[in-house]
Each structure stands twice: as C-alpha cells, then as structure tokens.
C-alpha cells in the first residue's frame, strides 16, 4: 500500500508544532487537524497548508510567525525539497527534484499495487446503483448511475474498502402487475385475441417484441388459465428477461454485480413486517384514514408507509417505496452487516433521501452509515440536434444502443467528465471522433503512443525493461510527469473520500497532457546518450504503467495501438 505523500506532510507538520511548542516557540494548545492540499498555482510548490490560519487565535500570534516557527521545526525528509512560508501564513512545500526521479523505480517496483492505498482498512461497503425498474431496457440514464456506480466501486476497493456491488430488483408493487397486464395484451394480441391495453400500461416495443417471443415459445398456454394469474405469470416471466438482458448490457458495459437482491424478498422473508412492528412500538408509526404513517422528528411531515386499502385493494401493492427501504436498511446494516451502505439514485429522488435516514434512525442504526448519492441526468445528443427518451412512451435509447454505437469506453469515460451533481450533455458524434477533441481518444492515444515508444526500442536493439539511472531524469518536462504520475494515490483517495469518482477522469487527461509534453521535450531513444536512454524509457515504462491504472479505475481499455 501507498502512503500519501499529502499525509506525511500533515504528520510533519503536526510534528513541527509539537516541537516548537516543546521549545517555548509556540505557546500550549489543542493540535488541530493539518489540511494539506495541492496549490492552484504551480509556483507555490506542490503542497500548502493553510493550518497557521486557524492556529492564530488559538496562539495569539500572526499566521506568519506561527508558519515561520514551524518550519523552523519541521523534521527532516528525503522528500522535502523546499520550505517557504506565503501569503498571510501558508506553509508551502516543495518536492525534492532527487527524491522525485526516485520514485519512478517505486513506481515500477509496485506494479500492479501502484495506486492503492489502506484508506479503508478493510471496512465492507456495499454500493447499491443502476437498480432500474425490471419492466424494461436499460436507459442512458440508467447508464450513468451504472457508470458513477462501478467506478466509485473500483475507487474504493483500491483505497482500501471490501467492496459489494448489488443489483436492487423492485420485483413488488404495482409496476408488477402493469408489467404483466400490458405483456397479457400484447400477447394476446400476437395470439389473434382482442384484449385491450391497459391505460397506464408499457407502451414501448420491447413488450411487443416480448410479447412474441412468448407467444412463440409457449404457445396460447397463457389463454387458457386464469386471467390474474396469467397476468402474474407473464410478469414473472417478463421480469427475468428484463434482468437477463441487462446483465448481458451491464457486462459488455464492463459492469458486474455481486447481488442481485430481490425486492420481493423483504416481504416474503418477514422483515418488513418486524420492522413495522419495530418502529410502532418505538412510537415512529401512525394510522389515520386507513393508512401506516412514518413519523419522525428529522421530518417535517409525515411519510405513508402503506397505503389505505380503500385506496389500494391489493394488499401486495399497498407498501410504499418508504416500506421496502426501511426494511433494506436494517438487512443491509445488520442482517448483511455492512459498515456502510451506498445508494446511487437519480436527482428526481432527492426528496426520499431524508426520509431514508430517518428510516435508519428510527430504527437505532447510525444515519451517517447511509449515504446517498444523487446524479443529475443526461441529455442525449447527436451534434447539436438532441435524441429524446422517455421510457414509458417506447421512445428511449437503450444502452445495447448506446454500446453498438460507440462502443463501452466512450460511454464510461464521457459519462464520468463532470460531477455527479451536473448535467451532462453526451454527444454521439463526439463519442466516436479520433481527435483531441474527444478526451477518451485522446487519453486512450497517449497509452497506445507510449506502447509504441516501447515497440520502437526494443526494434532499435533497447530493452525496455532494463532499469535505468533514474537520477538522470532532471529535465522540466520529465519532473512534471513524474509529479504528476505520484498524483494517482492521492486521485485514489479524493474518489473514494469526496465520492467523486470523476477525478479519475480529469487525472487521465491531465496524465496524458504531461506525457505529450514530455514526448515533445524529450527525445526518449538516442544512440548517442544510452544512459540518459535507458532512464527515459524507465520513465516511459512507468508512465505506462501509471495511466493503465488509472483507466483501469475507470473501467475504460487502454490500447496498445490505435
């Protein structure tokens, strides 16, 4: 595992202060916590922490001679290069130019492991993400949940955390039965029965297509049992070719799951039941006009946990979507036992989010142990003409569309260029064009250029694997790759902390910006200086190494030729 260069800066300067005060240079207080953080402008060196700031109050003196003090007891490391203080009383570190080019062969010397950090020390989270209603193909915006999802996943197994990707099926309620009942029409009607279609039904062609495909497989079976029972039957059967197809989309997406965990379950097993009972003897639940009320003191109204069966007659579709989560929280966190549990929902569901923590509250389990991660949607476009969807009406993109047509590492790469929490505008055109304009290409091109690099060295008589001088790799360009290949650790840990997992996506392009720079600066294979060869392509290798991590994070290929 990798130590964080940003985390030993804070020991040191924990440390400085610790021996400073020793000294009478500072005077006695609480050690705060030391935020190190990487400066925005380059000539302020490689990390700053502002902490003499917060400390001035506390030692009555000005930030500047806080900084100035510590620095003066700052304790002595092969990486520090440079101490100064900035500004108001930031401590400004920068990197030693020796120790730098070292680490090039730590780097190579941790192959596969390079990157990974102990962040999490083992703790089990489970990720809960796509989850899309199993009544029909996955969509662009399904998508997106997939792709926030399985890199947050990969982030944080590399950081340390025991990892459990799960598939929440909603196999309960009323979307069931509207499920099977548009399948019964659409089935008779490829039989040659007359049978209406009901009003809220699924409308796209994908329950047509089904539709035959049943008839063909078994006949008029369906005509002739009761009608409420085909109609559950077709349902059922229509739900897992719905998951079957989307575990082949999510697969060739590169996304696998762990659990499939069906909805259905929480009801058939009991626990919802204990967990009503549970709740109403702590007081938390309600009955008025025929309804279950959640009631909490986190919410500023009531929340209805089933509904009235003047309303809804069918018992199995009473519960609301309140009544499964609070049921899926106590088997995530005590059944199942994990440390933490991640939902990854779309922004339309913000208003369930307290309602959930509540939920877990109520139910005496740490609301901070639920965490919710709401994504805004996308909009598809083709140039600048947009693609329209929606679902209910048959007109979508699916994601076997989306993949046919430009391919699994466009969509994972593209989909993770902004925030969670932004718009993100895909365009399809963009997504396949072999130029600098679209990132994925351009970053997948820096891989492939440095394979090829290695190819041409090794058909000049180097060998690319022999270790070099790295000391010789002093140059401007060949320091700023370095500096920016040892980011990845702490890429790693913003991902998996922040819940960012865009980061990754940034840091390729940034990665692959300084690679192109040093290409350009440094001629790598010269017969007439075979030391300072053998340390670039040492570099070289590293590099490689480096920016095959961090698109393997993100779950996007990186070719050897393009």
Same mark, same amino acid.
């Given at each position: 595992?990798?130590?964080?260069?940003?985390?030993?800066?804070?020991?040191?300067?924990?440390?400085?202060?610790?021996?400073?005060?020793?000294?009478?240079?500072?005077?006695?207080?609480?050690?705060?916590?030391? &935020?190190?953080?990487?400066?925005?402008?380059?000539?302020?060196?490689?990390?700053?922490?502002?902490?003499?700031?917060?400390?001035?109050?506390?030692?009555?003196?000005?930030?500047?001679?806080?900084?100035?003090?510590?620095?003066?007891?700052?304790?002595?490391?092969?990486?520090?290069?440079?101490?100064?203080? &900035?500004?108001?009383?930031?401590?400004?570190?920068?990197?030693?130019?020796?120790?730098?080019?070292?680490?090039?062969?730590?780097?190579?010397?941790?192959?596969?492991?390079?990157?990974?950090?102990?962040?999490?020390?083992?703790?089990?989270?489970?990720?809960?993400?796509?989850?899309?209603?199993?009544?029909?193909?996955?969509?662009?915006?399904?998508?997106?949940?997939?792709?926030?999802?399985?890199?947050?996943?990969?982030?944080?197994?590399?950081?340390?955390?025991?990892?459990?990707?799960?598939?929440?099926?909603?196999?309960?309620?009323?979307?069931?039965?509207?499920?099977?009942?548009?399948?019964?029409?659409?089935?008779?009607?490829?039989?040659?029965?007359?049978?209406?279609?009901?009003?809220?039904?699924?409308?796209?062609?994908?329950?047509?297509?089904?539709?035959?495909?049943?008839?063909?497989?078994?006949?008029?079976?369906?005509?002739?049992?009761?009608?409420?029972?085909?109609?559950?039957?077709?349902?059922?059967?229509?739900?897992?070719?719905?998951?079957?197809?989307?575990?082949?989309?999510?697969?060739?997406?590169?996304?696998?799951?762990?659990?499939?965990?069906?909805?259905?379950?929480?009801?058939?097993?009991?626990?919802?039941?204990?967990?009503?009972?549970?709740?109403?003897?702590?007081?938390?639940?309600?009955?008025?006009?025929?309804?279950?009320?959640?009631?909490?003191?986190?919410?500023?109204?009531?929340?209805?946990?089933?509904?009235?069966?003047?309303?809804?007659?069918?018992?199995?579709?009473?519960?609301?979507?309140?009544?499964?989560?609070?049921?899926?929280?106590?088997?995530?966190?005590?059944?199942?036992?994990?440390?933490?549990?991640?939902?990854?929902?779309?922004?339309?569901?913000?208003?369930?989010?307290?309602?959930?923590?509540?939920?877990?509250?109520?139910?005496?389990?740490?609301?901070?142990?639920?965490?919710?991660?709401?994504?805004?949607?996308?909009?598809?476009?083709?140039?600048?003409?947009?693609?329209?969807?929606?679902?209910?009406?048959?007109?979508?993109?699916?994601?076997?569309?989306?993949?046919?047509?430009?391919?699994?590492?466009?969509?994972?790469?593209?989909?993770?260029?902004?925030?969670?929490?932004?718009?993100?505008?895909?365009?399809?055109?963009?997504?396949?064009?072999?130029?600098?304009?679209?990132?994925?290409?351009?970053?997948?091109?820096?891989?492939?250029?440095?394979?090829?690099?290695?190819?041409?060295?090794?058909?000049?008589?180097?060998?690319?694997?022999?270790?070099?001088?790295?000391?010789?790799?002093?140059?401007?360009?060949?320091?700023?790759?370095?500096?920016?290949?040892?980011?990845?650790?702490?890429?790693?840990?913003?991902?998996?902390?922040?819940?960012?997992?865009?980061?990754?996506?940034?840091?390729?392009?940034?990665?692959?910006?300084?690679?192109?720079?040093?290409?350009?600066?440094?001629?790598?294979? &010269?017969?007439? &200086?075979?030391?300072?060869?053998?340390?670039?392509?040492?570099?070289?290798?590293?590099?490689?190494?480096?920016?095959?991590?961090?698109?393997?994070?993100?779950?996007?290929?990186?070719?050897?030729?393009?």
């Amino acid at each position: 595992m990798t130590q964080l260069v940003r985390d030993q800066i804070a020991s040191l300067i924990q440390e400085g202060i610790t021996r400073a005060q020793e000294a009478g240079q500072l005077p006695p207080f609480q050690m705060p916590t030391v &935020a190190v953080e990487r400066p925005r402008q380059e000539e302020h060196g490689d990390y700053g922490s502002p902490v003499c700031l917060q400390l001035a109050g506390d030692a009555k003196m000005a930030p500047r001679a806080i900084a100035t003090r510590i620095a003066d007891h700052l304790p002595d490391a092969p990486f520090i290069g440079q101490v100064e203080i &900035a500004g108001p009383g930031y401590i400004n570190i920068t990197l030693d130019s020796a120790w730098l080019a070292a680490q090039v062969d730590t780097i190579l010397a941790l192959g596969q492991r390079w990157g990974n950090i102990d962040l999490g020390q083992g703790q089990r989270v489970q990720v809960e993400f796509v989850s899309a209603n199993p009544t029909g193909p996955i969509t662009v915006g399904s998508t997106r949940n997939a792709v926030i999802g399985d890199t947050l996943s990969s982030a944080l197994e590399a950081a340390g955390f025991e990892v459990e990707r799960e598939y929440y099926v909603n196999d309960a309620g009323s979307q069931v039965r509207k499920f099977g009942e548009s399948l019964y029409a659409r089935y008779a009607s490829a039989l040659g029965q007359d049978e209406p279609f009901p009003e809220d039904g699924y409308h796209g062609d994908y329950v047509v297509e089904m539709s035959r495909e049943i008839a063909d497989q078994h006949g008029d079976r369906y005509l002739h049992i009761d009608r409420q029972e085909a109609i559950r039957a077709l349902g059922e059967l229509g739900i897992e070719r719905v998951l079957e197809q989307a575990r082949e989309d999510l697969a060739a997406l590169r996304v696998v799951f762990d659990t499939w965990f069906h909805e259905r379950t929480l009801y058939e097993s009991g626990l919802f039941d204990r967990m009503l009972e549970k709740l109403r003897n702590d007081g938390y639940i309600t009955e008025r006009d025929g309804a279950v009320w959640f009631t909490s003191p986190d919410l500023e109204d009531d929340a209805v946990v089933v509904r009235s069966a003047e309303i809804i007659p069918n018992p199995d579709e009473r519960p609301t979507y309140l009544a499964s989560d609070v049921a899926y929280a106590w088997n995530k966190l005590v059944d199942r036992d994990f440390d933490r549990a991640i939902y990854v929902w779309g922004a339309d569901h913000h208003g369930d989010v307290p309602r959930v923590k509540a939920a877990a509250s109520a139910l005496g389990l740490d609301p901070d142990r639920v965490e919710i991660i709401l994504y805004q949607m996308v909009n598809l476009k083709r140039g600048d003409e947009p693609v329209r969807m929606s679902k209910r009406a048959g007109e979508f993109v699916t994601l076997r569309e989306l993949i046919d047509e430009v391919g699994p590492d466009p969509i994972r790469f593209l989909l993770l260029t902004r925030t969670v929490d932004a718009t993100i505008d895909f365009d399809l055109d963009l997504a396949v064009e072999e130029s600098e304009k679209n990132p994925v290409y351009y970053v997948q091109y820096a891989h492939a250029r440095i394979c090829s690099m290695l190819r041409y060295a090794e058909e000049q008589g180097w060998d690319p694997g022999q270790p070099g001088d790295v000391s010789l790799l002093t140059h401007e360009s060949e320091q700023a790759l370095i500096r920016k290949m040892l980011e990845l650790p702490e890429v790693v840990a913003h991902a998996a902390e922040q819940r960012a997992p865009h980061r990754f996506t940034f840091y390729t392009k940034e990665l692959a910006s300084d690679f192109h720079a040093f290409y350009r600066d440094c001629r790598v294979v &010269a017969a007439e &200086a075979p030391e300072r060869t053998r340390a670039r392509l040492t570099l070289v290798r590293a590099a490689q190494l480096t920016l095959a991590q961090a698109l393997h994070l993100l779950g996007v290929s990186a070719p050897e030729r393009m």
